[in-house]
């Protein structure tokens, strides 16, 4: 379970590296269209929303499979078709985002992700957060969010990058 677990985590923190890496600093800092997120402030979305303080907070004892809520978290995150609304708490900085300070943060969120996925126990449940119209995660599920809702961003950038780099 838990080398699946770091695979994962580490082809989708490579892929969201290189993705953002591909962009120049004000193709970065461009939204593709009114309205729209820039590539920097996605970036600036995933970091906040991939703070892994929920993995080191309280926990409690799980009586469940401790995967037992992915399969829903990819059939929600994973729907392309599914508009969403960021919560005020995660909503990305505003303004120039300097493409160094990008690629450095993105870099330490995801080792802090990977830590936790090599080393917190997978199987305890988190009670110190619950995501809306899930319940409480164990920590397996909470790794296994962060990198779901990483992967629907990186989805996200690369639409940013048709428009905003090949355009």
């Known amino acids: 379970m838990r080398q699946e677990l770091l695979r994962e985590v580490t082809t989708t923190g ?20 009114e309205g729209s997120w ?15 303080e929920v993995l080191y907070g309280s926990t409690a004892p799980s009586n469940r499979q401790p995967d037992e809520k992915i399969p829903a978290v990819k059939s929600v995150f994973l729907n392309f078709d599914t508009k969403m609304s960021s919560p005020e708490f995660i909503r990305p900085d505003e ?22 996925a090599n080393t917190v126990n997978l199987t305890e449940e988190c009670t110190s957060f619950e995501v809306p119209g899930f ?12 990198n779901i809702h990483t992967q629907r961003h990186i989805h996200q950038l690369q639409r940013i990058y048709n428009t905003v780099v090949k355009a």
């Open 14 to 33: 490579d892929t969201l590296q290189q993705l953002l890496n591909s962009f120049s600093e004000e193709q970065l800092n461009t939204a593709p269209f």
């Open 38 to 52: 820039t590539a920097a402030q996605v970036a600036s979305h995933i970091c906040k929303a991939g703070d892994c």
């Open 95 to 116: 303004g120039h985002l300097p493409k160094e300070s990008v690629l450095k943060d993105t870099a330490a969120i995801w080792e802090k992700l990977t830590t936790a």
């Open 135 to 146: 319940g409480p995660f164990t920590r397996l599920e909470w790794i296994q969010f962060i």
